[in-house]
């Protein structure tokens, strides 16, 4: 069964960190671009972060430059999104997907997406 499953969301102060993971099953992170999206109430989804099957990283988001870094484990065939300095606007689900295009289109769409992880940041 092709799934991917996400975990380590939850509250946290702002300022606060958290590192989500996203587990792939039934394929291999090897060949696949992965990407990191987030959706708060009453908005569109947000592409966050994306990294290739080559290993290059794209920044979606320019809100989270210098905050947020994604990294992959192949033995573990687990992409994280580790999220430091948290703000409350970081508020939302968090979910992984696999991409059908690549890294940084707009547009892109996937054919594999987790269930997606709650992270609230607030005080």
């Known amino acids: 069964q092709l799934q991917l499953v996400e975990s380590g969301g939850g509250l946290v102060q702002p300022g606060g960190s958290l590192r989500l993971s996203c587990a792939a099953s039934g394929f291999s992170l090897r060949f696949n671009n992965i990407g990191w999206f987030r959706q708060a109430p009453g908005k569109e989804r947000e592409a966050v972060l994306c990294?290739?099957?080559?290993?290059?990283?794209?920044i979606d988001a320019d809100s989270v430059k210098g905050r947020f870094t994604i990294s992959r484990d192949f033995a573990k065939n687990t992409v994280y999104l580790q999220m430091n300095s948290l703000k409350p606007e970081d508020t939302g689900v968090y979910y992984c997907a696999r991409l059908r295009g690549v890294c940084g289109d707009p547009n892109v769409e996937y054919d594999i997406r987790g269930q997606g992880t709650q992270v609230t940041v607030s005080s």
């Open positions: 990294i290739s099957r080559s290993g290059d990283i794209t």
